[in-house]
């Protein structure tokens, strides 16, 4: 039997995260240069990286996409598929750098389920089960895997579906607490997701609509969980999980980052990707990035157009500095 973990640790296989909020993992988001950003706030979540695929990493292995140094750990490398031959042997590679294999059977885009990846893997629970044996199988660390509650309103199987991944060897599981068919609309079912406390012995974190400490708290009293995986909220304040950690541990809740510290985390995060893409590759790759880091502020819509369609390093640079003035304005 698992074991259970305190109120600021989960123990996932031989695994101690000194830490109750995980890193959700986002293609193209949750990359080296963002996790280490994290990393510089919270020292004991867990960290996961951006969805890599087992054929493409088998293939031929993407440098940046399975970029780490020890200064991460704990980190879960995530990996998709549903071959199972094939993600024990994407497993197998990623190993060295992982403290965690985190496997993917959630993600709901179209490309990715009509190739019965991700969250097609739900309907499909015995090819999921012999996906997480083989890759367990594979490897020394422990695995996990990533789902959501079903594939619609009509099919909610994630109980079953968690159970089954137990069974196979799975010493943890993330659930976002949305269907398929939701996508990423509507509220998180956090009610429903309860449903799993005492279903299962090991560790499950619940995902989805968690935005700021407040929320973090309301999830885990509501869900019952043992942890929670914060995503999206993550994109445009570096600060949040660290944030989320005080709160839930100490019961101090830190103020929001203002405009000013937002577009300083924008800069620094800027760089960050310029000196690990180089100039003109890392300023297209954070175009994604500025629409959360300057959320809600005064003229956002016309600065956001600017901002992605610039490609000059000192023009973005005066950008910033005429939207900082006109915030103290």
């Known amino acids: ?23 959700a993992p986002l293609a193209g988001i949750t990359d ?15 960290l996961t990286t951006e969805m890599i695929s087992s054929e493409a990493l088998v293939q031929k292995a993407d440098v940046n996409i399975t970029a780490t140094n020890e200064k991460e750990k704990p980190v879960a490398f995530q990996i ?25 059977m959630g993600c709901p885009i179209n490309k990715i389920v009509k190739g019965h990846d991700g969250c097609d893997l739900m309907r499909n629970p015995m090819l999921a089960k012999d996906i997480v044996m083989a ?3 594979a490897v020394n660390i422990p695995v996990t895997c990533k789902f959501r509650l079903g594939w619609s309103q009509d099919t909610k199987n994630f109980i079953e579906f968690a159970q089954i991944m137990q069974e196979a060897g799975a010493a943890a599981v993330t659930i976002h607490a ?10 998180a079912d956090w009610t429903s997701l309860s449903q799993l406390k005492g279903e299962i012995d090991i560790p499950y974190f619940a995902n989805g609509d968690i935005i700021s400490p ?13 942890g929670i995986a914060i995503g999206r909220a993550a ?11 005080k709160y839930l541990n100490e019961n101090v809740l830190l103020p929001e980052p203002d405009i000013n510290l937002k577009l300083s985390m924008l800069k620094k995060h800027l760089d960050s990707q310029i000196a690990f893409r180089g100039e003109e ?32 390093y000192n023009k973005i640079v005066d950008l910033l500095d005429e939207i900082s003035l006109n915030a103290k304005s």
């Open 1 to 23: 039997m698992q074991v259970k973990p305190d109120k600021k640790q989960i123990i996932i296989g031989n695994v101690k995260i000194n830490s109750v909020v995980s890193l």
């Open 281 to 312: 590759t890392g300023i297209k790759f954070f175009r994604k990035f500025y629409p959360s880091y300057i959320r809600g502020i005064r003229g956002g819509a016309e600065y956001r157009h600017k901002l992605v369609t610039e490609i000059q």
């Open 32 to 46: 080296f240069v963002l996790r280490q950003l994290i990393r510089e706030y919270s020292h004991n979540c867990l």
């Open 80 to 104: 998709s598929g549903h071959k199972p031959a094939l993600m024990a042997k994407a497993a197998k590679i990623l190993e060295p750098k992982a403290s965690i294999i985190d496997i993917n």
């Open 178 to 187: 949305r269907t398929r068919s939701q996508l990423y609309s509507g509220e």
């Open 235 to 245: 994109m445009g304040d570096i600060s949040l999980i660290y944030r989320i950690e």
């Open 214 to 226: 407040q929320s973090a708290k309301q999830c885990l009293e509501i869900t019952k969980a043992d």
């Open 135 to 137: 890759v367990k199988e």
